[in-house]
């Protein structure tokens, strides 16, 4: 293993594991408030362009004009 990778797995350790993804963070969202608006999303990060993708995949329900809600899955 070289160095830079075995530095870059230390640091992830000690940060306390990798990131979740923007599609897990999305998702925990709307299940922690029910129902985002896309400003909410876009707030943390998430591009709008992930909010179709992620209608399409079956992870978010598009609700009303920029009211998204989460289905029972779980995001991959």
Do not use: F, N
């Not at 230390?10 to 999305?26: H, N, Q, V």
């Amino acid at each position: 293993m070289r160095k830079r990778d075995r530095d870059r797995a230390e640091a992830l350790r000690l940060a306390g594991g990798p990131r979740p993804s923007l599609r897990a963070r999305a998702v925990a969202l709307a299940q922690e408030r029910g129902v985002v608006r896309t400003c909410d999303l876009t707030d943390i990060g998430i591009p709008r362009c992930y909010l179709t993708r992620m209608c399409d995949e079956g992870l978010l329900i598009k609700v009303g004009y920029g009211l998204y809600r989460a289905t029972d899955q779980k995001a991959a």
